[in-house]
């Protein structure tokens, strides 16, 4: 099983700080998932990164296979950007391995 | 534009009653995937397809049963032999199984009275 940390685990911000979020895994994966969860429930992936670093407008996506480590960064926060954000490495390469952290409170404040 | 659709967003059921959720896709998807989620957890597979008219058990497959008799469509009832049906259920589907991104539906919520 592929144990899953992230921290913070509830995170407040102001309006246009650059947030952090770290996830840590213990088995080594192929590629990850970033995931982004609002209020209504609905899930939207973020990211699929399997090396180095990824960026989809103010959001930017790291991973690093060796430390098992990945981080996604947020920059300019915006209160939209409210939402929990869920890092989801996959035991092996299969998207029905996918083992889910259990995510990170964000509000951003206006 | 393709997607994933799930209906409804809300549902509300009588304890005892078998439901069905739906989830179709149109992104030619092979691979499609059925998860749920309780407050404060992390999602949890329940069943999976990799090809249509094949579908395997998850981890928490107990009291839920599929179908998978056309590949843009994956429904799953919960039926009135699972304990604890109320929850957020999430659909998914990717391209394939292995080394792609997934997809997610906006989930349906069912309260069972």
């Known amino acids: 099983k592929n144990e899953v940390e992230q921290s913070p685990q509830n995170l407040t911000a102001q309006e246009g700080e650059f947030i952090t979020i770290n996830c840590s895994y213990s088995?080594?994966?192929?590629?990850l998932h970033w995931l982004q969860q609002h209020p209504g429930g609905g899930i939207v992936s973020l990211f699929m990164?399997?090396?180095g670093k990824k960026k989809h407008g103010r959001l930017i996506a790291t991973i690093n296979i060796q430390e098992k480590h990945s981080s996604l960064h947020i920059t300019a926060s915006h209160p939209r950007d409210s939402a929990v954000y869920i890092c989801?490495?996959?035991?092996?390469?299969?998207?029905?391995?996918?083992?889910f952290g259990s995510g990170t409170q964000l509000t951003v404040l206006p | 534009d393709g997607g994933i659709t799930q209906s409804p967003k809300y549902l509300f059921r009588k304890e005892g009653q078998n439901v069905t959720l739906s989830c179709e896709q149109n992104?030619?998807?092979?691979?499609m995937y059925w998860y749920r989620q309780d407050p404060g957890q992390g999602l949890r597979l329940i069943y999976y397809?990799?090809?249509?008219?094949?579908?395997q058990k998850g981890d928490i497959a107990e009291g839920y049963s599929v179908s998978r008799e056309k590949k843009e469509s994956f429904p799953l009832t919960v039926t009135s032999a699972q304990k604890n049906p109320t929850a957020f259920y999430l659909c998914?589907?990717?391209?394939?199984?292995?080394?792609?991104?997934?997809?997610f539906g906006q989930g349906t919520r069912l309260t069972v009275v």
């Open positions: 992104l030619n998807h092979d691979a």
């Open positions: 989801a490495p996959p035991i092996s390469g299969s998207a029905r391995q996918l083992t």
């Open positions: 990164l399997s090396s």
């Open positions: 397809s990799q090809i249509v008219n094949d579908f």
């Open positions: 088995v080594g994966i192929s590629a």
């Open positions: 998914a589907s990717s391209i394939r199984d292995r080394n792609t991104e997934a997809f």
